[in-house]
């Protein structure tokens, strides 16, 4: 009779080696990312807390089908149309300004807690450090805590404008911008370049009180809808849990459609980095294809998995995602891979990838974690896509940015890594980051599962003075 490790390595139907992290003791360990029957898990072993293994996806197939759209790249190289010969430029970048908050969100990655606010002048000078080595960034994102409760929000919003950044997301829980003016006109001011990135997740109490602390679906309606008013478009992000709120995926999506300053939703499946209060099991938790088989579920097929791309400058297993043009009254979406074989246009099989011609360089600058739809170059790139797609009555609208805003949206799905699902090679290929104490840009899975326990600034406001804003 065969062992039943022998039968678990007969049933082994794909594999990759990398490096993975003991869950509990956070030791890098020899990891295997291996195909048993139609599911996808990351397998290792500490040689003190024994084997480990966490589910990565249910869906094989889609999990291959995603990882053609980002083959491996040689050195970590980057997706640009030249390729590059070291690591990946940042493509989005997190500045956090405040390890104060305004809720205790069971769910925060970052555990905020405290009562610390970065001075102007340290957020400064850690911009002054990242530009020397990179001379533009695509995306900064604003974070914390919640970074529009720092006293100096505005005027820290107003310097980092001054760098060559090509927009500018409010990470926000939405309390500020629903209850208070000053952050909600910092923000409108530079409407062009800065737009919000609001948590928003269920519409039910009970869910808003496991994921926020307590119900804010009136606040964060609210706050989508000043925000409206005042001309600032919105990222909705849910964060989406199994057995909690998977079943309000596709109720997500038309609330998102049903505000025409909802330029966008991102969907994130619940991690256990930083402050996660709740059970959670590494081997039945909520992924990638998961998200994607919902959407296609409960939006009656107006949302199909095949709708969706890797991304192509980082890690197959990063994010997938889609663009569409909405109709008029913004109740249908035709989602552009439909029209256009994205594919066609990268070399899948080199060491990197490479773009044939203007419709290639318009995907690889579109298929990324930073467009801003109202930017000049993204409306000129989508505008080359429609029209090689076929879509032409979507190009008159192309040359208005405020309705180019409301009529294009994208859809990500975006799983961050914890501990249990930390794959070195995702490391190695990322460009999310966020900047430490030290200005320095590191990955921002490595940084929430092994560095928040340090010293965040270096210079802070005194909470006697921060507290009288």
């Known amino acids: 009779m065969q062992s039943d490790l022998a039968i ?13 992290l003991c869950s509990i003791c956070l030791r890098p360990v020899e990891a295997r990312i291996e195909q048993l029957g139609n599911d996808i898990f990351l397998k290792s072993t500490c040689p003190t807390h024994g084997e480990q293994t966490a589910l990565l996806s249910r869906d094989a197939d889609e999990y291959h089908r995603i990882r053609q759209y980002t083959p491996e790249r040689v050195g970590g190289c980057c997706c640009g149309p030249e390729g590059c010969d070291t690591k990946p430029p940042v493509c989005v970048l997190l500045l956090e300004i405040t390890q104060a908050c305004n809720l205790r969100c069971p769910t925060c990655y970052a555990d905020a807690k405290g009562h610390d606010f970065m001075s102007v002048d340290e957020a400064k000078g850690r911009l002054e450090k990242f530009f020397v080595f990179q001379p533009a960034l695509d995306l900064l994102m604003i974070s914390g805590g919640e970074p529009t409760i720092h006293p100096n929000f505005p005027e820290i919003l107003e310097m980092c404008l001054k760098y060559p950044i090509g927009r500018i997301l409010i990470n926000t829980n939405g309390l500020r911008i629903a209850q208070n003016d000053t952050a909600l006109n910092a923000i409108a001011a530079h409407r062009e370049r800065v737009e919000i990135y609001l948590s928003f997740g269920s519409f039910r109490p009970e869910v808003h009180e496991r994921l926020y602390g307590r119900d804010l679906v009136n606040d964060k309606t609210l706050a989508i809808e000043r925000a409206g008013r005042a001309g600032v478009f919105v990222t909705l992000v849910p964060t989406v849990e199994r057995g909690v709120n998977e079943d309000e995926i596709g109720e997500l999506y038309r609330f998102a459609l049903k505000h025409k300053n909802i330029n966008g939703i991102t969907f994130q499946p619940v991690m256990t980095a930083g402050r996660y209060e709740n059970d959670h099991v590494p081997e039945d938790r909520l992924t990638m294809t998961d998200v994607l088989r919902l959407l296609q579920e ?45 594919a066609r246009y990268m070399d899948l099989f080199s060491d990197r990838i490479s773009f044939a011609g203007i419709v290639g360089g318009a995907i690889r600058r579109v298929w990324s974690d930073t467009i801003h739809f109202r930017g000049g170059q993204a409306i000129k790139d989508l505008s080359i896509l ?43 290929q990322c460009c ?38």
């Open 298 to 342: 409960q939006t009656s097929g107006q949302l199909v998995t095949t709708d969706f791309v890797g991304l192509p400058c980082s890690h197959p297993d990063c994010c997938s995602l889609t663009y569409g043009f909405l109709n008029k009254e913004r109740t249908k979406l035709t989602p552009l891979p439909r029209h256009l074989d994205v």
């Open 8 to 20: 678990e390595r007969e049933a082994i139907i794909w594999q990759e080696s990398t490096t993975g």
């Open 386 to 428: 429609f029209a090689r797609s076929g879509m032409r009555e979507a190009l008159p609208w192309l040359r208005d940015p405020m309705l180019f805003g409301e009529r294009v949206f994208r859809i990500v799905v975006k799983p961050f890594m914890d501990a249990h699902t930390y794959d070195h090679k995702r490391i190695d």
């Open 432 to 469: 999310t980051m966020i900047l430490n104490e030290d200005g320095e840009a590191i990955s921002f899975c490595e940084y929430n599962i092994l560095h928040r326990s340090k010293p965040k600034f270096k210079s802070s406001i005194p909470l006697a003075i921060a507290g009288r804003s």
